[in-house]
């Protein structure tokens, strides 16, 4: 990769850890504006809502008497719904922002399970990015599948290409595991997001596509290299596998 461009990195944890290391070797990177996104339903709708502005979906949390919203993580809260949409808006001008300049988009695919919920007052539900730590009660949990996974990414490309027509896409799929679904339904989940950037690639040759999912379950294959959680990779694995990325050719397509 070269320290030179620019990158925007948006999606799951494992963004967070590469954009933490690009920052460190002082690369010029925005990493996720709006917290962690998990799952490319709300990636898309991400994307879509920093390049074309529309009503955004707060909410009165009571318990904590403060705003907030579906599309972002917990820090975006203020104690009038002007002042969240303020906190919101700017953050999604920044992303605007960053993908009208960035060279190359990273998208880190976490899972393909995605939430919605009512909002009071709404007529139908919208997908959250975030569940605010409110009750299970109040959302519905769905599945995108192989089709509705690479269709999401595929808009997502549309868009950003639209904004901006140099600015190439990484796609790749995080390492980290989510017990929450058991562990088969874990790798049942990896298995839809790798069958979806198959096909987004071959709808789109250009995308590119990093293998830190490969490297950490293929090649290291071992606990030593999780997090005491057995679900993180741990620092020294997180090492490696950004030693790999910045190895990637811009140029070319990598192998596992």
């Known amino acids: 990769m070269d320290s030179s461009l620019r990158y925007v990195l948006l999606g799951s944890c494992f963004a967070q850890n590469v954009g ?7 690369w010029t990177a925005l990493v996720n504006p709006l917290g962690t996104l998990y799952n490319p339903a709300s990636l ?6 920093a390049l074309e502005e529309g009503p955004l979906p707060l909410f009165f949390d009571e318990a904590m008497g403060e705003w907030r919203c579906w599309w972002a993580n917990t820090s975006f809260r203020a104690p009038t719904r002007e002042g969240c949409e303020e906190q919101m808006r700017g953050a999604l001008s920044l992303l605007r922002e960053g993908l009208l300049r960035a060279d190359v988009l990273t998208l880190t695919l976490g899972t393909n399970v995605a939430y919605t919920v009512l909002p009071e007052g709404a007529s139908s539900p919208v997908t959250v990015s975030n569940c605010q730590r409110q009750p299970d009660r109040l959302f519905s949990e769905w599945r995108l599948t192989t089709d509705e996974t690479a269709a999401a990414l595929l808009e997502l490309i549309r868009l950003v290409r639209e904004l901006n027509p140099r600015c190439r ?4 799929v995080s390492p980290y595991r989510y017990r929450k679904y058991g562990l088969h339904g874990n790798a049942l ?3 839809i997001l790798l069958t979806a950037v198959e096909a987004v690639q071959q709808a789109e040759p250009d995308v590119l ?5 490969e490297i950490m379950v293929d090649e290291l294959r071992d606990y030593q290299y999780y997090a005491p959680d057995g679900l993180h990779p741990a620092p020294e694995a997180v090492n490696i596998i950004w030693n790999r990325f910045q190895q ?5 397509t990598p192998m596992p």
């Not at 933490?20 to 002082?26: F, I, L, Y």
């Not at 596509?209 to 999912?213: C, G, M, N, Q, V």
């Open 248 to 252: 990637l050719s811009i140029g070319s």
């Open 169 to 172: 896409t990484l796609l790749t």
């Open 209 to 213: 596509y990093f293998p830190a999912y």
């Open 44 to 49: 898309l709708l991400t994307v879509r809502a």
């Open 20 to 26: 933490q290391k690009m920052s460190e070797a002082g």
């Open 189 to 191: 989940s990896k298995a």
